[in-house]
Nanobody
Framework: QEQLVESGGGLVQPGGSLRISCVAL????????LGWYRQVPGKQREPVAGITQDNVAGYADSVEGRFTITRDNTKGTIYLQMNDLKLEDSAVYYCYASRFGPPEIWGQGTQVTVSS
């Protein structure tokens, strides 16, 4: 069964760092582009970062230079390293998988809270 499982969310102070992970189960990792969206209550889910099977990464302007997405092919896992976190980065972060267009598979989400 194809499934995405996130972990690593939590509470961090402004300026701090956090790494979240997403394990891709089933035949996802080699077939799909993977990445992260985030969502706050009352707003649409927005893209944060994505990485292709060829390790080409892309970022939203709001996180460029602060966040880094990587993939570990041996573990079937992607990571989002978040540095210099800001209050506005607080959200539920969702891992996604897509083949040619919009996300097709979603994880359950992991909460990231930036607060002093």
């Amino acid at each position: 069964q194809e499934q995405l499982v996130e972990s690593g969310g939590g509470l961090v102070q402004p300026g701090g760092s956090l790494r979240i992970s997403c394990v891709a189960l089933g035949n996802i990792f080699s077939v799909y582009k993977l990445g992260w969206y985030r969502q706050v209550p009352g707003k649409q889910r927005e893209p944060v970062a994505g990485i292709t099977q060829d390790n080409v990464a892309g970022y939203a302007d709001s996180v460029e230079g602060r966040f880094t997405i990587t993939r570990d092919n041996t573990k079937g896992t992607i990571y989002l390293q978040m540095n210099d976190l800001k209050l506005e980065d607080s959200a539920v972060y969702y891992c996604y998988a897509s083949r040619f267009g919009p996300p097709e598979i979603w994880g359950q989400g992991t909460q990231v809270t930036v607060s002093s």
